[in-house]
């Protein structure tokens, strides 16, 4: 196991991670300092804990609707093998084609 201390909203916080995985984290924690930081320039008077929990929901949310656009992205994609999938697409194309021609 490997350790080191990353620094959030300017105070170190010791960590252990899996050998080979401290580049990462560093990026990670560098990705929640600069959430904290801009929460820090609108928010002047919470305090650390709030600030922390603010950007860790901040980045939930950024997490969710991921996961949300890869879902659509997954069910456009399963939609296009079928049938009336490709009907769509087919209408697509022709419309796509029809302003080329159009233009």
């Known amino acids: 196991m490997a ?6 909203n300017g105070r170190p916080y010791p960590i252990v991670c ?3 995985e ?3 984290l560093e990026y990670l924690a560098e990705f929640v300092d ?3 930081q801009d929460l820090t320039a609108s928010v002047s ?3 650390e804990g709030q600030l922390l929990l ?5 980045i939930a949310d950024d997490l969710s609707q991921a996961y949300e656009t890869i879902e659509k992205l ?8 079928t ?5 769509a697409w087919a209408e697509k194309i022709e419309a796509i084609a029809q302003r080329l021609e159009n233009a």
Not at 3 to 8: D, E, M, N, P
Not at 54 to 58: I, Q
Not at 74 to 81: D, I, L
Not at 83 to 87: F, I, K, L, Q, T
Request: aromatic share 0%.
């Open 18 to 20: 899996g050998d080979g």
């Open 83 to 87: 049938a009336a999938g490709h009907d």
């Open 54 to 58: 603010m950007a860790s929901l901040l």
């Open 74 to 81: 997954r069910e456009g994609t399963s939609e296009a093998g």
């Open 34 to 36: 600069k959430k904290v």
């Open 45 to 47: 008077n919470a305090s």
């Open 22 to 24: 401290e580049q990462h």
């Open 3 to 8: 350790s080191l201390t990353v620094r959030v």
